[in-house]
């Protein structure tokens, strides 16, 4: 079985500061992992994904995350916010072979303070 | 432009009636996914499918179903089993063997 838990449902920043948004995933094997953006009432974008190559992935936007096994994270990052960054992020979990199950979190929506 | 295509955008119902959301790509993608979307759950599995002729149950399929006659068409029919059908519904394919999805604009469906 497979899970994301992304801590903090709502997270505010000003313009300009560092962001930070947490997914912790559990996986019984190997995952890939992806970081979605939705605005409202549109379908999902694909930020960036781990698929077992670097750990440090970097995506559009200048967002990046970073895969740590130990820690089972994958938290997304952005140095510098802007206002077109407000929007609802999703966590997601993969694993290879079979029928390949896509998993989500319950999603963190970034507010963007002037 | 190649892309996942969901109709109608904007779905109202009656109590009672069964209706059938239309899913569409011309990725020439294998797997396609349908989720739920509700205020605060995240998105929920609802069917997915490898192939054509082939679909699997995810976490919520009660008051479902699903065809995969062709490979660029997955409906989803939400009947009148479904106890609380008012909700944003997702398309998404899958590209390769990696889990990336690409997803429609979405269909919200309101029951009256």
């Known amino acids: 079985a497979q899970s994301v838990t992304q801590l903090g449902s709502h997270v505010s920043v000003s313009e300009g500061a560092l962001v930070l948004l947490r997914c912790n995933y559990s996986?019984?094997?190997?995952?890939?992992l992806f970081w979605y953006v939705q605005y409202p009432n549109q379908g999902l974008q694909l930020l960036l994904k781990?698929?077992?190559?670097?750990?440090l992935v970097k995506g559009i936007n200048d967002f990046e995350a970073e895969f740590k096994k130990s820690e089972t994270s994958f938290h997304l990052t952005k140095p510098s916010a802007h206002m077109s960054d407000a929007a609802e992020y999703f966590c997601?979990?993969?694993?290879?072979?079979?029928?390949?199950?896509?998993?989500f979190g319950t999603g963190t929506k970034l507010q963007v303070i002037p | 432009d190649g892309g996942i295509t969901q109709s109608p955008k904007y779905l109202f119902r009656k109590e009672g009636q069964n209706v059938t959301l239309s899913c569409e790509q011309n990725?020439?993608?294998?797997?396609m996914y349908w989720y739920r979307q509700d205020p605060g759950q995240g998105l929920r599995l609802i069917y997915y499918?490898?192939?054509?002729?082939?679909?699997q149950k995810g976490d919520i399929a009660e008051g479902y179903s699903v065809s995969r006659e062709k490979k660029e068409s997955f409906p989803l029919t939400v009947t009148s089993a479904q106890k609380n059908p008012t909700a944003f519904y997702l398309c998404?394919?899958?590209?390769?063997?990696?889990?990336?999805?690409?997803f429609g604009e979405g269909s919200r469906l309101t029951v009256l």
């Open positions: 996986s019984s094997v190997p995952p890939y």
């Open positions: 990725l020439n993608h294998d797997a």
């Open positions: 499918s490898q192939i054509v002729n082939d679909f």
């Open positions: 998404a394919s899958r590209l390769g063997n990696t889990g990336e999805l690409f």
């Open positions: 997601a979990v993969s694993t290879s072979g079979g029928y390949q199950k896509v998993t």
């Open positions: 781990y698929t077992s190559a670097a750990t």
